[in-house]
Structures are given as C-alpha cells and as structure tokens.
C-alpha cells in the first residue's frame, strides 16, 4: 500500500480517521500545531504533505516526544523550547530522509513537575535510566525525553542527552527510552543535533570514531560525530552543529534494520 | 574568559565553556556554586566539583558542605549526592535527609546509604525494595544467559571508577565482564574484596564490594553503573550477608546473599526490582588463595504486570 492522502495516513499512524484532523498536529506531529521557526534567521519552514506521505510508505520510526517539567518554565522559556522540540522534529525528518528512513506519527506528552519526581531535573546518569524506566508510552514509537534542565557531568564536561545503543523494541524493557536533551540548552539546532544523534544510538548506530577525532571534514561533519569533534562555524569557537548531521549509507543500512523501524504502510 | 567574572556567566555560557573546556569550567565552579545567582547553574557547578576525581574532588569537600545550606533544592540534592561520595559527614547529610523537599530527601537517603558501605558503619542501610521474581520467559522476552568472561583490569575502567568514587581505591586483581542487555558491563572489585583474607570480618560490616563498570558512548569513557554491597543486617556474624546491587542514586537492581567460609565466599543474586533490574539468577565464587572471581547466571525478561507510569497526553491545540 502506498499512503496517498491524509486518511491513509492516519490509518497508518493508528490514529483513526474519526473527527477533526489537524495537519500540522495529526501527521506532522507540531506540538504548537504550526511548523516551528527556524533559529537561524527566524523564517517558518515548510512542509510538504508529499514527503510526509512517502516517509510513511517507506520505512520509518513513530516518535513520542516526552516534555517532563515544561510547566517549571517561564512562559517564554516554554515557548521557545517547545519550538525547540518541534524544530528536532523537523529536523530529524530531513537529516534521516537521506538515510532512507521516515518520520511517522509523532505524538507529545508531558509529565509535569509534580509528577516528575524530580526527574525534570537530570543531575546524573542514574537518573536518566530511571526516568525511562519509571516512565515510558505503550506504543511502537520510541520514547524521547525531553527535561527542563540536565545539570549532570559527563567526563569531560556536561551531559547533552543519552541513549542505549541498539535501543528496546519492547516497552517496559532496560533500554527502552532515552534523554534527547534540556531546556537549558537554547540553541535550537544543539537540541535537534542531540535529539538526532541520540535516536541514531538507539537505532544501533556507534560514534564514527574513536578517542581521536576524524580527520576528514566529512567525517567530522557525520551526525554521529561527537560535538568535540564537528568543525566549528568560520570565525568562531562554537561547533557548526547545524550542518554535522551527515548520514553514510552504511549507517542508513544499519539503522534500517533495527526492530523500531517500521516498514511502509 | 580571563575577562568575565564566574557570576557573571549565563547558564548557557557555562554550559559552553564545560562543554569546550571540562578543566576551565572546574576552576570557576567553586566561585559559580557559592554566588551564581542562578540556582541551576549552581546544581552544575556542584556536580563539575564533585566528578572532577582526585585530587580535585576531595578539595571541594568544604565547598560542597557549605553549600548544603543553599535555598535551592536543586543545589541541595546534588550536593548531597556528592558528600556521600567524598565526605563522612553523616550529620550534614542526616540533615539534608529531613529536608522540606522530598527530592532532596531522596537524594539524602541515598548519599547517606552510600556513604554507610563506603565507611563501614550501619548508619543507613539499602532499603530492600526487591522481590523474589520468578526466573521465566514474560512477554516475549525469553529467559537468556548471562555470559561472565575473566577480563584483566584496564586503567581506564579503574581511573574511571575512581573518579566517580575517589574514596574507594579498586583492586587491581582480575575482574569479570558480561553484558547487561546490550551493555558491556565489568565488575571491578574494591579494595575491601582484595584484603578479604578474613571473610567473615569483611562481611561482618557493610561494604562496597565491586563496582559496575560500563563504557558510556557520550562522555567517552567509563562511569559505574552500579554498586555490589554487602551488610550483615541479619547479625551473623560475616557468616551470610545480604548482598545488592544498587544504583549510586539508592536505586536497587537486585538483591542476595553472600555466604562465607574460610577460603572464600559464595554468592547468589535471584531477586529483583521491576522494572529497574529484570529476574536475574546468579550464582558465583570468589575464591580466596586465587582471587579469582567465577560466576554464572541467567535473566528471565520483563514480568508481568510491571509496567512503568505513562506521561499524560498533550491536549490538541485549537
């Protein structure tokens, strides 16, 4: 079957086709129910209904979108991750298309402070693991949490986000979630960096180097390059994180057959 | 940086400058911990002092006490979680144990109980949250083997264990690995494992018997994972402890018995914490005249019934 309209899609997506459907929110997966702004240059970016009718006829992951403890933040502070979130998910389509992988259905769920434990807070390593084990959405689609603020350690510096590499297929497993990142990191494309990278660990991808860093531009530019390594934006000691998001075909392959890759509707 | 006090940087400066520059940001971290005016900023510098190893760490002690007092329970619940790791005072974490927040309590308890194997003294025992859990296939999840390989210990897995733990020296002995789940995972035994000539004696006090070592692919190298203790909560006499396996925050994965007899102790792990540690069924040897540690086990899948909570749907917009 090949997804040519908006029914099929939600058909695909197990959403049902009753009642109101909203593009932005039902199959692209907006929180704000509206693209997201690009950080660069502010513009809202466009979407095609096309692509997101081919991703769900080839092979592709489902995405629960997990915000713990955004009602902790300011009004403004909310908003612009929540944009934040939107934008990993926008980004996350573009830079996996090119490894032969879609975004399906993405759904967003929260878990508020006071329910939190306070796990919205991630200060260590052992509290990452527990937030996915404590919490975690009983369905296919991998369970991405993101917190209000991480403040753990993590050798050499601070903790981004963290994932099992070769992530559970089956809920309530080990490995069955991971951390896509805080909201005290603002830059929009650091989040979405993290969230894609992150999802590439859970779908069985390894870093593309060693203690040392690649010494190929190329490579230093592939998403599963550390941030210590992507070649910084000209002029600057800041990472160009934006354009380290390169897949090899190698590693679309790999990701292809991990058991959280749907095939096609 | 030499131009911008620490109190001055924003959340995401300092964020940055620990990200580009680990060392950098841990010179500043004493400065940002005592008069950020950013309670979360002050969280990461308490966690930078505390995972900066030694010598570092242990010099952040007096840094970290007075910042026990701080009106935030961010701040508070990590810097509890760091005295029960580098310091030995009970009463400043008995304290922070009866704090008004319940996450810092939390954090507390666990610092407290760390800080009792770590030192030797009763003051706070594991809480024995596991079960027996039947070893059998659930939810498809089948019962498998758990493979424990000698391994020879590597600097790096010490050093890296002793960073998180700069209290504890780690023997330099013969250690095992296996895999949890898809995790490598190696158990490195502490000092309290190598001086066990007198096995009742060891298990006649609370321990740190070895920790779970397991290599973490984003920080680049490797962090514990988990904490194999031991107490003698039923008065034995170091006969037969009560062995665990906890997270360093208080979470316990498993629990057993370790028994001694004049050439070594003999351990079982067949109780379980869902969801945080599947049924497992573990048995091994640490035989005393080798110091070598042999073992086998098996881990049963997901039980039945034991789900976790499911965050609450986000309304549709209008």
């Given at each position: 079957?090949?997804?040519?309209?908006?029914?099929?899609?939600?058909?695909?997506?197990?959403?049902?086709?009753?009642?109101?459907?909203?593009?932005?929110?039902?199959?692209?997966?907006?929180?704000?129910?509206?693209?997201?702004?690009?950080?660069?240059?502010?513009?809202?970016?466009?979407?095609?209904?096309?692509?997101?009718?081919?991703?769900?006829?080839?092979?592709?992951?489902?995405?629960?979108?997990?915000?713990?403890?955004?009602?902790?933040?300011?009004?403004?502070?909310?908003?612009?991750?929540?944009?934040?979130?939107?934008?990993?998910?926008?980004?996350?389509?573009?830079?996996?298309?090119?490894?032969?992988?879609?975004?399906?259905?993405?759904?967003?769920?929260?878990?508020?402070?006071?329910?939190?434990?306070?796990?919205?807070?991630?200060?260590?390593?052992?509290?990452?693991?527990?937030?996915?084990?404590?919490?975690?959405?009983?369905?296919?689609?991998?369970?991405?949490?993101?917190?209000?603020?991480?403040?753990?350690?993590?050798?050499?510096?601070?903790?981004?986000?963290?994932?099992?590499?070769?992530?559970?297929?089956?809920?309530?497993?080990?490995?069955?979630?991971?951390?896509?990142?805080?909201?005290?990191?603002?830059?929009?494309?650091?989040?979405?960096?993290?969230?894609?990278?992150?999802?590439?660990?859970?779908?069985?991808?390894?870093?593309?180097?060693?203690?040392?860093?690649?010494?190929?531009?190329?490579?230093?530019?592939?998403?599963?390059?550390?941030?210590?390594?992507?070649?910084?934006?000209?002029?600057?000691?800041?990472?160009?994180?934006?354009?380290?998001?390169?897949?090899?075909?190698?590693?679309?392959?790999?990701?292809?057959?991990?058991?959280?890759?749907?095939?096609?509707? | 940086?030499?131009?911008?006090?620490?109190?001055?940087?924003?959340?995401?400066?300092?964020?940055?400058?620990?990200?580009?520059?680990?060392?950098?940001?841990?010179?500043?971290?004493?400065?940002?911990?005592?008069?950020?005016?950013?309670?979360?900023?002050?969280?990461?510098?308490?966690?930078?002092?505390?995972?900066?190893?030694?010598?570092?760490?242990?010099?952040?002690?007096?840094?970290?006490?007075?910042?026990?007092?701080?009106?935030?329970?961010?701040?508070?619940?990590?810097?509890?979680?760091?005295?029960?790791?580098?310091?030995?005072?009970?009463?400043?974490?008995?304290?922070?144990?009866?704090?008004?927040?319940?996450?810092?309590?939390?954090?507390?308890?666990?610092?407290?109980?760390l800080?009792?194997y770590?030192?030797?003294?009763?003051?706070?025992?594991?809480?024995?949250?596991?079960?027996?859990?039947?070893?059998?296939?659930?939810?498809?999840?089948?019962?498998?083997?758990?493979?424990?390989?000698?391994?020879?210990?590597?600097?790096?897995?010490?050093?890296?264990?002793?960073?998180?733990?700069?209290?504890?020296?780690?023997?330099?002995?013969?250690?095992?690995?296996?895999?949890?789940?898809?995790?490598?995972?190696?158990?490195?035994?502490?000092?309290?494992?190598?001086?066990?000539?007198?096995?009742?004696?060891?298990?006649?006090?609370?321990?740190i018997?070895a920790a779970l070592?397991?290599?973490?692919?984003?920080?680049?190298?490797?962090?514990i994972?988990a904490y194999v203790l031991?107490?003698?909560?039923?008065?034995?006499?170091?006969?037969?402890?009560?062995?665990?396996i906890m997270?360093g925050?208080?979470?316990?994965?498993?629990?057993?018995?370790?028994?001694?007899?004049?050439?070594?102790?003999?351990?079982?792990?067949?109780?379980?914490?869902?969801?945080?540690?599947?049924?497992?069924?573990?048995?091994?040897?640490?035989?005393?005249?080798?110091?070598?540690?042999?073992?086998?086990?098996?881990?049963?899948?997901?039980?039945?019934?034991?789900?976790?909570?499911?965050?609450?749907?986000?309304?549709?917009?209008?």
């Open positions: 079957m090949t997804v040519r309209s908006v029914r099929a899609a939600m058909t695909c997506m197990g959403l049902g086709t009753s009642g109101d459907v909203s593009l932005m929110w039902n199959v692209f997966g907006f929180r704000q129910a509206r693209p997201p702004t690009d950080p660069v240059g502010g513009a809202t970016v466009t979407m095609s209904l096309a692509n997101t009718f081919a991703d769900l006829s080839g092979r592709h992951v489902n995405l629960n979108m997990i915000a713990v403890g955004f009602d902790g933040l300011s009004a403004a502070d909310r908003d612009r991750y929540v944009n934040s979130v939107d934008w990993a998910a926008f980004r996350m389509r573009q830079i996996y298309d090119g490894a032969g992988i879609g975004v399906g259905r993405v759904q967003h769920y929260e878990i508020a402070v006071a329910d939190a434990r306070g796990y919205d807070d991630i200060g260590d390593t052992d509290e990452a693991d527990d937030l996915h084990d404590e919490w975690g959405v009983p369905n296919n689609g991998i369970d991405a949490f993101f917190v209000r603020n991480i403040s753990a350690a993590s050798g050499g510096g601070r903790l981004l986000g963290r994932s099992p590499i070769d992530g559970d297929c089956e809920k309530d497993s080990k490995d069955d979630g991971l951390l896509a990142g805080g909201a005290n990191n603002t830059d929009s494309d650091s989040v979405a960096r993290t969230f894609t990278h992150e999802v590439g660990h859970y779908l069985d991808l390894e870093h593309n180097h060693g203690d040392s860093c690649p010494t190929a531009v190329s490579s230093r530019r592939n998403l599963m390059a550390q941030t210590r390594c992507v070649p910084l934006v000209s002029g600057t000691t800041t990472p160009d994180v934006r354009n380290a998001v390169n897949l090899a075909s190698s590693q679309g392959s790999t990701m292809r057959d991990h058991c959280m890759v749907k095939g096609g509707c | 940086m030499a131009t911008q006090k620490p109190e001055k940087l924003t959340g995401q400066e300092f964020l940055e400058l620990s990200l580009r520059d680990g060392e950098a940001a841990r010179t500043i971290s004493e400065s940002v911990l005592r008069n950020h005016e950013v309670a979360d900023v002050r969280a990461a510098a308490a966690n930078l002092l505390g995972s900066a190893g030694e010598p570092r760490a242990l010099e952040a002690v007096p840094a970290l006490t007075r910042a026990a007092g701080d009106p935030s329970a961010a701040v508070r619940r990590r810097v509890a979680r760091w005295l029960g790791r580098l310091g030995d005072d009970v009463d400043v974490l008995k304290r922070l144990a009866a704090d008004e927040d319940p996450v810092v309590r939390r954090s507390a308890d666990a610092a407290l109980t800080m009792s770590r030192l030797g003294e009763p003051i706070r025992l594991v809480r024995d949250d596991a079960a027996d859990v039947a070893l059998e296939t659930h939810r498809g999840a089948a019962v498998r083997r758990i493979d424990f390989d000698p391994d020879q210990v590597k600097g790096a897995q010490r050093s890296d264990a002793e960073r998180d733990l700069p209290t504890v020296e780690f023997a330099d002995t013969e250690l095992l690995a296996f895999r949890c789940g898809k995790q490598e995972v190696s158990v490195l035994a502490t000092e309290s494992l190598e001086r066990s000539g007198e096995p009742f004696d060891t298990l006649a006090r609370p321990r018997l070592v397991r290599y973490d692919v984003c920080a680049d190298g490797g962090e994972a031991s107490d003698d909560r039923d008065a034995t006499g170091g006969r037969e402890a009560r062995l665990w997270r925050n208080g979470t316990v994965l498993h629990g057993g018995r370790a028994i001694a007899d004049p050439t070594g102790i003999t351990f079982v792990l067949d109780r379980s914490n869902p969801p945080y540690g599947p049924p497992v069924l573990v048995e091994g040897r640490l035989d005393l005249a080798s110091m070598k540690v042999t073992a086998k086990g098996r881990a049963g899948g997901i039980p039945e019934g034991r789900r976790g909570s499911v965050p609450t749907p986000v309304a549709t917009p209008r």
